[in-house]
């Protein structure tokens, strides 16, 4: 997440099938609705963003 191409790039927040909470770059996703395990790989858990929660613009 500390990857300067990363800051400011816009995360929105997404549930998988299971109900897990991610934080999904915008520009990965089709449908941040309906997120398929391919685009889920680009994303980040949400227990772990914690940390790195100042270098993260998430959206809604």
């Known amino acids: 997440m500390s990857d300067e191409s ?3 790039k816009p ?3 997404v549930k998988d099938a299971a109900g897990n909470d991610w934080l999904c770059p915008l520009d ?7 997120a398929s395990e ?3 790989n680009s994303c980040v858990d949400d227990a772990t963003v ?3 929660a100042g270098d993260i ?3 809604d």
């Open 50 to 52: 914690g940390r790195y």
């Open 38 to 40: 391919d685009e889920l």
């Open 6 to 8: 990363v800051r400011g």
């Open 28 to 34: 990965a996703l089709l449908d941040p609705k309906d």
């Open 57 to 59: 613009k998430v959206v």
């Open 11 to 13: 995360f929105v927040r």
